[in-house]
């Protein structure tokens, strides 16, 4: 099912999980959204990988450490939906 409504879209948005992978598979424009791990494997040109740029990114081999930043998961709620919105936009046109 979920492998359908990807190849039904113009675009994706997906943080690091099968998705992600699927809509590259598939050749769609997607954005990735990159927080905990140390890298991401999108590597697509049609893929916009969106991330920040901590000094506690990486937290651990895949992500999985615990977050010792004052804000949970600063590295993914700091990518603002505006910021994505503003992409996605730039992307359809």
Do not use: W
């Amino acid at each position: 099912m979920t492998v359908a409504l990807v190849s039904m879209s113009k675009a994706v948005v997906s943080n690091d999980t099968g998705v992600l992978h699927v809509a590259e598979q598939l050749g769609k424009k997607t954005i990735a959204l990159m927080g905990p791990a140390p890298f991401g494997f999108p590597s697509r040109p049609s893929t916009l990988i969106m991330e920040k740029n901590l000094d506690c990114r990486p937290c651990s081999k895949h992500g999985q450490g615990p977050c010792t930043n004052k804000i949970y998961h600063r590295c993914l709620v700091g990518i603002r939906p505006e910021e994505v919105s503003q992409q996605l936009g730039k992307m359809l046109t």
